[in-house]
């Protein structure tokens, strides 16, 4: 993380711990998001759209993270060309706009395994100012990256077509590959750390909740006490799903264990760019209730 980046951020984590210790009034919570996307990536806006509404919401800070460019077949991803697009486009919108809000410049980075992807090479390359480690697609059993994030109509035809509707082998995946991507390291924000549980939980009701399947969360979440990762609380699925990612029965325990938090609305749209943040505050003012 660029050094400028870090004095912000961790004014942002000492923000969100105001609030989670009645330090600073719930009613009173920051204006940022670290978690954003563009049209260059699966955004459905240009960049103007939502560095305006983040103004006209009164943002203080506004990082912007579209998904990087993979070596696979993806449409959520960028292109290297619309990465290089991406950059300018920044540089454009901070002498525009830069005295009104701070910009920052990340990428929510796939991890695609050991020796797949450095986390440094993508930073250097983009000068980017942080970066957002997060899992969206996971080996089936072929050895075919695909793609588990997504609505679920889709999720469930991947399923049958690429993993024999065997959601242990699917769940079991995507911890591997998150625990590998902690053990790494080199990012800097996780993001999502538990969304695998909504789809699989969309597959198979109750899965949750299921002894194994907390095991598989447990070891995810020490592995993330262990680092110095931030995590997020994302938003994103708050008004469509009625959930946080990860989900609130782990907040307590990384507030205990003294983890660094965020509260990112990961938005596609411009709407939507403080959705969910309010809640996800009202709920962390509440932790120690
Ligand atoms: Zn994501
Ligand atoms: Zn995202």
Redesign the pocket.
């Known amino acids: 993380m660029k050094p400028a980046a870090e004095r912000i951020i961790n004014e942002l984590v000492a923000a969100t711990n105001d609030i989670i210790s009645g330090r600073r009034d719930v009613a009173d919570y920051p204006r940022y998001t670290l ?3 563009t049209e260059f990536c699966d955004g459905r806006a240009q960049m103007e759209a939502f560095a305006r509404r983040a103004i006209a919401d009164g943002f203080e800070v506004y990082g912007f ?1 579209p ?1 990087s460019p993979v070596p696979i077949e993806s449409s959520c991803n960028m292109t290297t060309e619309n990465a290089e697009r991406y950059s300018s486009e920044f540089d454009r919108i901070v002498k525009e706009h830069g005295r009104e809000v701070t910009f920052l410049k990340s990428m ?1 980075i796939d991890y695609l395994g050991a020796n797949k992807v450095s986390f440094q090479e993508y930073s250097s390359r983009f000068n980017l100012d942080y970066t ?1 480690g ?1 899992v969206h697609f996971i080996p089936a059993i072929d050895g075919t990256e695909v793609d588990i994030d997504g609505r679920f109509e889709r999720f469930r035809e991947r399923m049958a077509r690429y993993f024999n509707n065997d959601i242990h082998y699917v769940v079991n995946t995507f911890f591997d590959r998150s625990l590998e991507m902690v053990s790494e390291g080199g990012f800097d924000i996780i ?2 750390f538990d969304k695998i549980g909504h789809n699989a939980a969309h597959f198979s009701p109750g899965i949750e909740s299921e002894g194994w399947y907390q095991r598989r969360l447990n070891e995810l979440s020490e592995a993330i006490i262990a680092s110095d990762l931030i995590v997020e609380i ?1 938003t ?1 699925a708050l008004a469509e799903h009625n959930r946080f990612f990860p989900s609130q029965s782990m907040w307590r325990r990384l507030a205990d264990a003294g983890v660094r938090m965020v509260v990112n609305s ?1 938005a ?1 749209v411009p709407a939507l760019i403080d959705a969910g943040r309010s809640e996800a505050f009202k709920y962390l003012s509440r932790i120690y209730e």
């Open positions: 978690h954003s996307h993270s998904h929510e957002i997060s993001g999502h994302n994103k990961d596609h």
